[in-house]
């Protein structure tokens, strides 16, 4: 029994984009906790190197920190060759960067009066910078024929569309807090951009996979958590560390024969 597969990732160079977020730091906790070399990228390179300096407390020589703007084509190019030159050739990408904008006001704002400036600038970061770390990844896996890309989508948008009643009364950063139009729609195009990838490079031994979180708690009201809570099967938010183990599982030998999923971590709120 020797050959069953394991999520043993020992040795591998895992890239984590949005690293200093609340998923991505896990992740990358996570993969560095199964042996890997992991990358904690991010456009905030103080955080980033926060994250790295946790990790390595527990797993010595496990994370290195690297600043990256995911929306910028060079800063994507540097990237990627520093890692590989030198950390080693990158066999796992969780690509998890996403942002809500500069301005909460103005990311949250309604549809009727949605400025273009912001839907812009959210979709350069959210599909356009998915778009080139898998291109300048994804080509570099492609041309060892080996690779596994983990894509984070969400509920809203790759799944379903947001119930805004959930939201009523919920602030963020002192601002009416809502699901807006350009999160649901980024997140939309995750999925089609893993369906894409995956046919594309599938006989090329890349397999590219969507994560699709539910709500994640975090510094939610109570009033949120219980409304958000009832409306899941299995009655709660997400931990982050729910997370972790599926996007660990598409990252691994464990999911060597899938490829072009979406991998629903939603408490079975999509079941319904």
């Not at 996403?98 to 350069?124: H, N, Q």
């Not at 350009?182 to 490079?201: E, H, I, N, P």
């Not at 539910?214 to 560390?241: I, K, L, W």
């Not at 990252?251 to 319904?272: C, P, R």
Request: aromatic share 6%.
């Amino acid at each position: 029994m020797t050959d069953v597969p394991t999520l043993d990732i020992t040795g591998q160079v895992a890239v984590i984009t949005g690293g200093a977020g609340v998923i991505g730091a896990a992740t990358a906790a996570g993969m560095a906790a199964h042996g890997a070399k992991v990358v904690v990228v991010d456009v905030n390179g103080v955080r980033a190197a926060e994250v790295s300096e946790q990790i390595n407390a527990t797993f010595p020589g496990h994370a290195t920190a690297l600043e990256c703007d995911v929306s910028c084509p060079e800063s994507v190019n540097e990237m990627a060759e520093t890692i590989e030159r030198e950390i080693g050739p990158i066999s796992i990408l969780h690509n998890n960067a996403a942002t809500k904008g500069s301005d909460a006001s103005s990311f949250f704002e309604p549809p009727e009066t949605y400025d273009l400036s912001v839907w812009r600038s959210i979709m350069a970061v959210n599909i356009d910078g998915m778009f080139l770390v898998t291109r300048t990844i994804g080509t570099k896996m492609a041309e060892r024929k080996r690779g596994s890309i983990i894509h984070t989508a969400s509920i809203y948008g790759a799944t379903m569309g947001p119930d805004q009643r959930i939201y009523q009364g919920e602030e963020f950063m002192g601002t009416a807090m809502t699901t807006p139009p350009s999160y649901s729609v980024s997140k939309a195009g995750v999925t089609g951009l893993t369906l894409y990838f995956a046919t594309y490079w599938g006989a090329r031994g890349v397999r590219v996979n969507t994560v699709t979180p539910g709500g994640v708690r975090q510094a939610h009201s109570d009033e949120f958590v219980a409304r958000y809570s009832d409306r899941v099967p299995m009655q709660r938010m997400a931990t982050v560390n729910d997370i972790v183990g599926p996007v660990l599982f598409l990252a691994s030998d464990a999911a060597s024969y899938v490829t072009g999923q979406n991998l629903h971590v939603d408490g079975g709120l999509s079941a319904w």
